[in-house]
């Protein structure tokens, strides 16, 4: 079954801790990007990468970190300086030929304790 | 990326055609329309695009007008399982990120 998986479904975070949210894929994809989703808001893009060891900020990149040493994998730290983390966060991935049509793993609801 | 403008929500009666519109004036010749749809508490899910022509494909279609500026996402008959967010993007297709409106709530009723 080819798809993205993200893990956990839920995660609480303390004050002052760092936390990170899993994402991999088996489409073989070479792009991948994060999302965050708000409340009744749309998504707003956190990171990207297009290829292995490379990524790119998004819109709204303060706080958070990524690493991408697979291409399978691309990791989401929510650092200690993202003030308000409280949020459903979203992975996705594309082939780069279609960056328009990407596949959104079921999501991470991150709490802060 | 081009903005998109579209209706906070819309009902539509199960089995019956729901028919969901999209403005996008200010479209450029090398951005596409896509479709997404977000179920709740789920990540969204691919929907169609397209260009100039309409498309259509075992979920949907989509019609867009000759001019570019709107379109029109037709789901043919309706159910219970398709109330959801739906979310009209206007994207170059080599671009670098997709942005999310605050789309439109469609309510199926039975």
């Known amino acids: 079954d080819g798809g993205i998986t993200q893990s956990p479904k839920y995660l609480f975070r303390k004050e002052g801790q760092n936390v990170t949210l899993s994402c991999e894929q088996n489409l073989n994809h070479d792009a991948m990007y994060w999302y965050r989703q708000d409340p009744g808001q749309g998504l707003r893009l956190i990171y990207y990468?297009?290829?292995?060891?490379?990524?790119q900020k998004g819109d709204i990149a303060e706080g958070y970190s990524v690493s991408r040493e697979k291409k399978e994998s691309f990791p989401l730290t929510v650092t200690s300086a993202q003030k308000n983390p409280t949020a459903f966060y979203l992975c996705?991935?594309?082939?780069?030929?279609?960056?328009?049509?990407?596949?959104f793993g079921p999501g991470t609801r991150l709490l802060v304790l | 990326d081009a903005k998109t403008t579209q209706p906070p929500s819309m009902d539509c009666a199960e089995g019956r055609a729901a028919n969901l519109p999209c403005n996008h004036s200010t479209i450029s010749g090398n951005e596409y329309v896509y479709w997404y749809r977000q179920i709740h508490s789920q990540g969204p899910q691919y929907i169609i695009h397209?260009?100039?022509n309409n498309e259509t494909n075992e979920m949907a279609s989509l019609i867009i007008t000759e001019d570019r500026k709107s379109s029109t996402l037709i789901l043919p008959h309706a159910t219970l399982r398709d109330t959801a967010v739906y979310y009209c993007?206007?994207?170059?297709?080599?671009?670098?990120?997709?942005?999310f409106g605050a789309g439109t709530i469609l309510r199926v009723k039975s």
């Open positions: 990468s297009q290829i292995v060891n490379d990524f």
């Open positions: 993007i206007a994207s170059p297709q080599y671009g670098n990120k997709l942005v």
């Open positions: 397209g260009l100039k």
């Open positions: 996705a991935s594309s082939s780069l030929a279609g960056v328009g049509t990407q596949y």
